[in-house]
Nanobody, 124 residues
């Protein structure tokens, strides 16, 4: 079992920056991929960025490329998402996810562990 706890988030004006982080507990050696997903009210959950645990390979959704950066600190079991140039369309609940199976940004069901989410609100 793996437990994920997010922190950070909050409210910011358009054009601003926020950073969110996630710490993993438990059987972390079984995790091969960490990801950030988001879900806005009335919309489906979508992948934002992933990072492979052992190879450090990153993948980004087109709508965040050049604005968001995912990184990890394996020594402290943490994953970060630095979000710059935020716009109101980025407003959503952001979830940390871990997978022991694959590293597919487009597959929500491919991630078997999820955090409780942290809210990011961007005002215009």
């Amino acid at each position: 079992q793996v437990q994920l706890v997010e922190s950070g988030g909050g409210s910011v004006q358009a054009g601003g920056s926020l950073s969110i982080s996630c710490v993993a507990y438990g059987d972390i050696y079984s995790v091969i991929c960490m990801g950030w997903f988001r879900q806005a009210p009335g919309k489906e959950r979508e992948g934002v960025a992933t990072i492979s645990t052992y190879r450090d390979r990153t993948v980004y959704a087109d709508f965040v490329k050049g604005r968001f950066t995912i990184s990890q600190d394996n020594a402290n079991n943490r994953v970060y998402l630095q979000m710059d140039s935020l716009n109101p369309e980025d407003t959503a609940m952001y979830y940390c996810a871990a997978s022991t199976r694959s590293c597919d940004l487009g597959s929500v069901t491919g991630y078997n562990y999820w955090g409780q989410g942290t809210q990011v609100t961007v005002s215009s």
